[in-house]
Every structure is written in C-alpha cells, then in structure tokens.
C-alpha cells in the first residue's frame, strides 16, 4: 500500500510541476528534475513566485491532494505531542507548518503576500509553500478591501494581526503580523510594538474561538530583533495576558526552529 501511495503522491508532483509551469508562462519550456527533491524544490518556487490568482479547478484540486499528502509525510504534531512546561504554556523545536492547532503564527511583511523569492528559508516562505496558492490569494484580497477603505498606498502596521484559513496545513488558521524593525537598536517603543504582537495576537484568538496558538520567533531574523531580548517580551507579554484572562487559552506554543532560540526559551521557561 505504502508503495502505491508513493507513485500515486510521485504523480501528483509530476503533474503540479508541469501545471505550474505552464501557468507560469516564462517558464513553460524548462526543463523538469528527474528526481523527487528537484521537483519539489521547482513546484515551491513556481508557487513563491506566482501573483495572487486563480488557479485552474483541476490543478488547485491536485495541489491540495499533493499538499495534504505532504503534510501526513512530514508527520503531523498534535497537542498531545507537546508537554506544557508552564500552565498552558508550551515550547516546541521544528517545522510550524506540522502543527496541528487552531492557529499558527506568521511572521509576515506589510505587504501581507508572503515571500516572493524562490526556495527563502524564511517562515512566510515555508507557510505559503505548505498552505497552497489559496493563502496568498485571500491575503491578497483582504489587502485590497483595506485599500478601498485606508487608501491604494496602504500597508499593514506593525503589531496589527490579520486572520486567513490554514488551507492545506494542519493549522486551522493562520494569524499574519508584521513584527517591528530594529534599525540601530532595540528601543522601548519596538519593544512596545513587539510586545503589542503577542498580546494583539491572543486578543484575535480570543475573538475568533481559538483556543491552541504557536508563535514562531516574530522579528528575530531579518527584522534583526535581539533573540535573547525578544524572548524575554514574548513569554512575559504572553504570562500576563494569560493571567488577565484566566481558562482563555487550552495551549499557547511558543515554536523555535534553532537550537540557540530553544536555549533561550528554556532559560526563561524552565
């Protein structure tokens, strides 16, 4: 059986490779990987690149089934797979995109439309990838009723959350924030406006019935937030909003992807 499944899921990534490349116009002529990892890594860049559209009915079906498939071989991590270290307070070491919670979040940029550069390690890059083209497309037009009412140069603050469906993850939903940007340094107003991501954050939650979040490390890569600092802002922001609202939350998970944030967070935590 598990052999089937392997040549039924080659298929779909065959075909979602040569779809892609065919909607994508400029690169309809080049040439397909003969290996599994090479096709991957050409269909996530066919996506991260393609504007917020439409897909065909038929190769949107095919991307989902391939997606969802991709999901269950990563292997999907559940609350019961995460101890609770704190309260409801978890930390969780890997890929965001396997958590199975009502929301995971993302660490976005004002423009809402997730990373446009091919393969980036970035988490709005990875989320995209594992959601499907959906996610781009609803972010997208959420961003164009906010310029019909703000105005066709608006762009999402800093600190101000904004909800779409998980699509294709095991995330129900996904809460994008656009953290704050250390310049020079990290002063007590972007410290406010991280602090603000957390709290904002778990007010939407609370507003939409969500009851399990993961937060990744909002602004600590490219935005250049201090690692050690921001950790310390996020479990206390998190530690008093879950004190002022007691039986709120089931489960807030605070996800690291390195070993040097999984220190800092066990420091604070443990």
């Known amino acids: 059986m598990e052999a089937n499944e392997n040549a039924v899921q080659d298929r779909r990534l065959y075909d979602l490779v040569e779809a892609f490349k065919a909607d994508s116009g400029e690169y309809r002529d080049m040439a397909t990987p003969r ?8 269909l996530r860049s066919l996506m991260n690149i393609r504007e917020p559209r439409p897909l065909p009915e038929e190769t949107l079906r095919l991307q989902d089934e391939y997606l969802k498939a991709r999901s269950v071989e990563k292997g ?18 890997g890929d965001i995109t396997r958590l199975q919670v009502d929301a995971i979040v993302n660490a976005a ?7 446009f550069v091919p393969m980036h390690s970035c988490i709005d890059n990875c ?28 762009e999402q603050p ?42 904002n954050t778990l007010d939407l939650c609370l507003e939409n019935g ?6 990744c490390c909002i602004s600590t890569g490219v935005f250049r937030f201090p690692p050690d600092l921001a ?3 996020a479990v206390q922001t998190v530690g008093e909003w879950l004190q002022s609202h007691p039986g709120q939350m089931e489960r807030v998970i605070f996800n690291v992807f390195s070993d040097r944030d999984k220190a800092l967070y066990e420091q604070i935590l443990i």
Not at 36 to 42: D, K, L, S, T
Not at 109 to 115: E, R, Y
Not at 127 to 154: A, N, T, W
Request: hydrophobic share 40%.
């Open 127 to 154: 989320i995209h990838s594992f959601s499907g083209v959906q996610l781009r497309l609803e972010c997208h037009r959420q961003m164009e009723r906010l310029r019909e009412k703000f105005g066709p140069d608006y």
């Open 158 to 199: 800093t600190s101000v959350p904004m909800l779409t469906d998980g699509y294709n993850l095991p995330a129900k939903k996904v809460i994008h924030i656009v953290g704050p940007i250390v310049y020079d340094r990290a002063t007590p107003s972007l410290q406010r406006d991280l602090a603000l991501c957390y709290s």
């Open 109 to 115: 940029n004002s423009q809402m439309l997730g990373c």
């Open 76 to 93: 999907i991590v559940t609350l019961d797979d995460i101890p609770a270290l704190r309260g409801p307070i978890s930390l969780w070491q």
């Open 231 to 233: 950790a310390q802002i």
């Open 35 to 42: 290996d599994a990892e090479g096709r991957r890594r050409i």
């Open 210 to 215: 969500l009851m399990s979040v993961a937060f």
